[in-house]
């Protein structure tokens, strides 16, 4: 299994970004992708969570009402498109795969993409 994010960058406070995540080798039905993010010297939270089939979201207060998340199934490829981004969203951001019960906690997944890199900042 390979998750590849990508879309990371420099934007500047009020900006938008969208990010990628790209799922591949994974045959194991319904699941559940997972974005999260770590910013320096914090520890990684959960932002935003959606079921591969149902299309059921989730999101964390902080960023609730600026974030959405989506999927194409066709292209296995599940989308962050994050607006009105302030510096305090400046992370690397991960996407990951699983079966959770809990939707942003990261213990709750088996599969782990390399991180994209946002700054916020003008």
């Known amino acids: 299994v390979q998750l590849q994010a990508s879309g990371g960058g420099l934007v500047q406070p009020g900006g938008s970004l969208i990010l990628s995540c790209a799922v591949s080798g994974f045959t194991s039905g319904p699941h559940g992708i997972g974005w999260f993010r770590q910013a320096a010297g914090k520890e990684r939270e959960g932002v935003a969570y959606i079921h591969s089939s149902e299309g059921t979201t989730l999101f964390a207060n902080s960023v609730k009402g600026r974030f959405t998340v989506s999927r194409d199934k066709a292209k296995d490829t599940v989308y962050l498109q994050m607006n009105s981004l302030t510096p305090d969203d400046t992370a690397v951001y991960y996407c990951?795969?699983?079966?959770?019960?809990?939707?942003?906690?990261?213990?709750?997944?088996?599969?782990w993409g390399k991180g994209t890199l946002v700054t916020v900042s003008s």
């Open positions: 990951a795969v699983g079966w959770p019960s809990i939707p942003l906690l990261e213990s709750e997944y088996h599969y």
